[in-house]
């Protein structure tokens, strides 16, 4: 079984019996390496910010005992995903040896991390608990000013919240109309999301190279999966939208099975959406005039 069957094979076995995995109660923040203080990405911050574990970090078997602990007996290891780049000399070998000139510049390993809750002798540390309320809020308001290039943000009274790329307007209930603050920010992060892939920012929709229902659940994945990052990133809950579920269980199921690569592609797009949102990255012709 490949790395990416495995993934998509327990992301689908959820979908399945009614979960959308990746909605979930975040409280401490995004998964984290213990060792490097880095965020997980991509496709890992789906596998672990799907476990049903409270602390945020992660660690190699190896790395709890180098650091006076131990993995407690009889707990049960999560695969993440790396990526190894390839030298120029590893990439003129290969090409020499398949006689194929668009080899990857990279290709996926495997790796396995256990949660601090599965290990016994590491301190938990100090960032490592809920952020209050007040804090979760005022995160995720700081998102929206630091997103460049934002969209017409409108507030009125309607059901069906939406991106318009025509008018590039996101059109959103009133804060009244949601149960929490936390659901109103679940679906603003969700739309914009899907305005990050006009052509002025992402050019995401211009990418997609699938007949159109496969389009809309592969766009409808990418905004799911980056409302769930961006929710993780302030430790807001990311409530599910019971009205929604069951059909989109359905198409996210079908297309997962027929391409076991989508959910990687879906995860790498949402990533670098949420960095889009967060300020971290920049637009495409930016990117382009920079290099």
């Known amino acids: 079984m490949t790395i990416y069957e495995s993934i998509t094979n327990r992301i689908l076995k959820q979908l399945e019996n009614g979960v959308i995995p990746w909605r979930k109660t975040w409280s401490t923040g995004l998964p984290k390496s213990l060792t490097t203080g880095k965020e997980y990405r991509g496709v890992n911050l789906l596998v672990l910010g799907c476990a049903q574990y409270t602390s945020r970090y992660w660690i190699t078997y190896r790395e709890a005992l180098r650091l006076g602990g131990y993995v407690r007996k009889g ?8 990526w190894k780049w390839r030298t120029p000399a590893e990439l003129e070998r290969l090409q020499q040896k398949t006689g194929k000139d668009n080899l990857a510049p990279c290709v996926p390993f495997t790796s396995v991390v256990f949660n601090l809750e599965q290990v016994d002798g590491v301190e938990r540390p100090n960032d490592d608990l809920p952020l209050d309320r ?27 919240p939406a991106y318009c790329p025509a008018t590039d307007r996101i059109t959103l209930p009133h804060l009244s109309q949601f149960e929490s603050a936390d659901a109103y920010y679940g679906t603003l992060y969700h739309e914009l999301i899907h305005a990050t892939g ?31 990052f961006l929710c993780g990133f302030a430790g ?36 670098r959406a949420a960095d889009y949102i967060r300020g971290k990255t920049f637009a495409r012709e930016e990117v382009a005039v920079a290099a």
């Open 236 to 271: 807001l809950q990311n409530p599910a939208r019971e009205a929604q579920e069951a059909s989109y269980i359905e198409g996210w199921a079908r297309v997962l099975k027929k391409d076991n690569r989508l959910i990687v592609h879906a995860a790498s797009a949402a990533q």
């Open 75 to 82: 707990e049960h290891a999560t695969p993440v995903i790396y």
């Open 134 to 160: 007040s804090a979760r809020i005022a995160l995720a308001d700081s998102m929206l000013e630091v997103m460049p290039d934002k969209p017409e943000i409108v507030h009125t009274v309607t059901s069906q």
């Open 198 to 228: 006009a052509p002025r920012r992402l050019n995401r929709f211009q990418d997609a190279q699938r007949d159109e229902p496969e389009k809309y659940s592969m766009e409808e994945l990418v905004a799911e999966f980056g409302a769930a």
